[in-house]
């Protein structure tokens, strides 16, 4: 079973995606883009401001947005374009003065600008060479792909009554047994919050209840209901079966962000793997070397487990 495939059955039966380190670059890179779309596009070459002498355009305000908190991401987007003007002017005026006092010329700055330098040709290679190739067609031919590949599971949607003691669930099976209508009952007995509602719990597929519960609903019959009362940790159960279906697979439109993330995520190590493949490193340190060497079978073991 594939990775993309577990995570879609996790999504089926309502559990959280996890998203790993290297697919949160797609998703900081998505959001980022979004973030910086402009309600129309504005001429980059048009001059904002003046800076002891050094003009501003739009583009570079534009491009200042992107970098922005998140938190102005909010903002309608004229202010974001003011706020990124301010911030601009701010560090344009911090740069001149950083100059002055020559701390552009230190080794320890020249080697910062190298790496900050580097950070964002791969962030921008990463970009244009994964994130703005992935089609929605390539989205959906995977997600079509990996659903049906799914294994066929049963869910069922029951009803249930929550009550603290065994006599009382007893009585109530006795009202049950005299034709009284279990929706009534769990709305008068009832101490789970489902109660309200008649005792419904909707739809649930294997593993999402504890183990007493879902073997107990599994095995009725649709229509039928628990002769005896069913032990939990949460006191004694009456449950009634009300239907019994193959499990449903979540919408297109409720994963496709997360199949993209996958997608993006395992093009990035394939690409990475491949670079670092065709490049010369070395390690000067015999036990960095080791730990480097143990760290790439890792990963390489981990992608087979996951295919």
């Keep these: ?28 890179a998505a959001a980022k883009t979004e973030a910086a779309k402009p309600a129309e596009k504005a001429d980059p070459a ?33 202010q974001r374009r003011l706020a990124a003007l301010a911030a601009l002017v701010d560090i ?46 390539e989205v959906r031919g995977r997600y079509d792909k990996e659903i049906a590949a799914m294994p066929a599971k049963n869910e ?5 009554i ?15 047994e005299g034709g009284a ?19 419904d719990l909707g739809y649930f597929g294997e593993g999402m209840m504890v183990p007493e519960f879902e073997k107990a609903a599994f095995a009725l019959e649709v229509g039928g209901y628990t002769k005896e009362p069913v032990k939990s940790q949460f006191g004694y159960h009456i449950i009634k079966l009300e239907d019994k279906r193959q499990q449903q697979p979540p919408a297109f439109d409720e994963v496709k962000d997360q199949v993209r993330s996958i997608l993006i995520r395992e093009k990035y190590i394939e690409m990475v793997k491949k670079l670092r493949d065709g490049s010369k490193i070395t390690y000067e340190d015999e036990a960095v070397a080791k730990a480097m060497k143990e760290a790439a079978d890792a990963q390489d073991a981990a992608a087979k487990t996951a295919e």
């Design 46 to 78: 048009k001059v904002l401001a003046t800076v002891n002498g050094v003009k501003l355009t739009q583009g570079e305000v534009d491009q200042a947005s992107s970098d922005l908190d998140p938190q102005f991401s909010r903002l309608p987007d004229d």
């Design 156 to 160: 069922v949607r029951a009803r249930h």
């Design 1 to 28: 079973m594939t990775r993309t495939r577990k995570v879609l059955i996790q999504l089926a039966t309502g559990l959280l995606l996890s998203t790993a380190a290297t697919g949160a670059y797609a998703q900081d």
């Design 92 to 137: 344009k005026v911090l740069a001149a003065a950083a100059k002055g006092d020559k701390l552009d010329e230190s080794a320890d700055f020249k080697q910062r600008i190298e790496f900050l330098k580097d950070r964002a040709l791969h962030n921008e290679y990463f970009q244009t060479a994964i994130v703005d190739k992935i089609s929605d067609e």
């Design 162 to 176: 929550l009550v603290k003691t065994e006599d009382e669930a007893k009585a109530i099976i006795k009202k049950l």
């Design 181 to 199: 209508k279990f929706e009534d009952l769990a709305k008068e007995s009832s101490t789970d919050g489902s109660a309200s509602q008649g005792g």
